[in-house]
């Protein structure tokens, strides 16, 4: 199932972070956290033709190492995280921990939508949480949202 609903046909699987256009300087970075690459692809594809310049990760790994790297500066995250895992929890906890993202917006776009999961979201002052499938009618103003709010 996809975490969203109206992906643009002609962009699916052009989510590979390597091949992705290059975007004008000031556009806004995106971390994509998102292990199933046929929920990732379109979901970035979708980013960047909405403006945004994104890097993907499929793995927790990868986006710890991302977000360790001098540039780009992040200006928010997705993240596919199930906040009723330990290894989950300290993701989100160990990225909150860089002096340069305490303050990063996080939505967690996730299957999951137990209660404990989502009270787990708000202790850990996660920026939205959202259940899949996600329309990209509902999740793209969110992102501007939290964007604009850290980007005035």
């Known amino acids: 199932m996809a975490p969203f609903s109206d992906p643009p046909a002609s962009q699916e699987g052009t989510g590979d972070n390597q091949s992705a256009a290059p975007r004008p300087p000031g556009k806004p970075w995106i971390l994509l956290l998102e292990d199933n690459p046929d929920q990732a692809d379109p979901l970035a594809a979708i980013l960047r033709l909405s403006g945004y310049q994104c890097h993907v990760a499929y793995t927790k790994d990868e986006a710890?190492?991302?977000l360790a790297q001098a540039e780009p500066t992040y200006a928010l995250m997705i993240a596919d995280v199930r906040l009723t895992r330990a290894e989950d929890i300290t993701f989100v906890t160990k990225a909150r921990a860089t002096p340069?993202?305490?303050?990063?917006?996080?939505?967690?776009?996730?299957?999951?939508?137990?209660?404990e999961a989502r009270a787990r979201a708000q202790a850990l002052s996660v920026s939205e949480y959202l259940i899949k499938p996600t329309p990209a009618a509902t999740l793209l103003p969110l992102i501007q949202r939290w964007i604009a709010t850290k980007h005035p």
Do not use: D, F, K, N
Request: positive net charge; charged residues 5%.
């Open 64 to 66: 710890h190492a991302l």
């Open 100 to 115: 340069r993202y305490s303050a990063l917006p996080i939505i967690v776009l996730t299957g999951m939508g137990a209660q």
